[in-house]
């Protein structure tokens, strides 16, 4: 298995452009989660997918950032527009399910917004 | 609200030395506590879990010590090795909350050769 498989890896972009990241979960699972990772403020997850339905999306910071789940094997998150604040690296995380304890992370897409 | 809190932020051990972590929770209702590494570059992977049925929980070189009465597990790995630097994450979950990780504030593990 390929594991979680995230894109772009790194992104560079300027103050109010949009900003799109992909992820594709393990075949298999149905649980997705997207994080954010700063240095401030740790590992935060901003939004819980289980069967491509969005569950919780309370750790959403604004407006601006948007997640969608249209089939199983793809998500995207969505940021417009985007802010130097928003700089941080991105991951997405998938799990069999809501009994099913470990989380498989992708690589993680680093974004700096200039 | 910080539920899960992680001490210290950095370590420093000499090789074949033992690292300690720390991690002490807030709520209750956690009822999965796993340890993640992570290496520059890489997303999270899991080391070991634990479920507070248990005590301890020994993978190799890698032991979670669990305390409920007082809300805290920590990590320890013995005999510490160079390939064992990384920033490793305490974190908790459960059930109602479908599964979600509340992850701790990470320590950075450097081992020296």
């Known amino acids: 298995d390929a594991g979680v498989i995230q894109s772009p890896r790194h992104e560079v972009t300027e103050m109010g452009q949009e900003v799109t990241l992909r992820c594709k979960p393990i075949s298999g699972h149905n649980s997705l989660f997207w994080y954010r990772q700063t240095m401030m403020r740790g590992l935060e997850l901003l939004i819980y997918?289980?069967?491509?339905?969005?569950?919780?999306d309370s750790g959403m910071p604004e407006d601006r950032f948007s997640a969608k789940m249209p089939n199983a094997s793809f998500s995207t998150l969505k940021i417009q527009p985007s802010e130097p604040r928003d700089s941080a690296v991105y991951f997405c995380a998938s799990s069999k399910g809501a009994l099913n304890t470990e989380a498989f992370f992708g690589q993680g897409t680093r974004l700096t917004v200039v | 609200q910080q539920q899960v809190k992680q001490s210290p932020q950095s370590l420093i051990v000499q090789k074949g030395g033992i690292s300690i972590i720390n991690c002490a929770y807030e709520?209750?209702?956690?009822?999965?506590f796993p340890w993640y590494q992570q290496f520059p570059g890489k997303g999270p992977a899991l080391l070991i879990a634990?479920?507070?049925?248990?005590s301890e929980k020994k993978e190799g070189r890698f032991t979670i010590s669990f305390n409920k009465s007082a809300k805290q597990f920590s990590l320890h790995i013995m005999d510490s090795q160079p390939g064992d630097s990384a920033t490793y994450f305490c974190a908790a979950s459960y059930s109602g909350s479908a599964r979600q990780l509340t992850f701790g504030s990470g320590t950075q593990l450097t081992v020296l050769p």
């Open positions: 997918f289980n069967n491509n339905v969005p569950i919780d």
């Open positions: 709520n209750t209702a956690f009822d999965y």
């Open positions: 634990i479920r507070p049925d248990v």
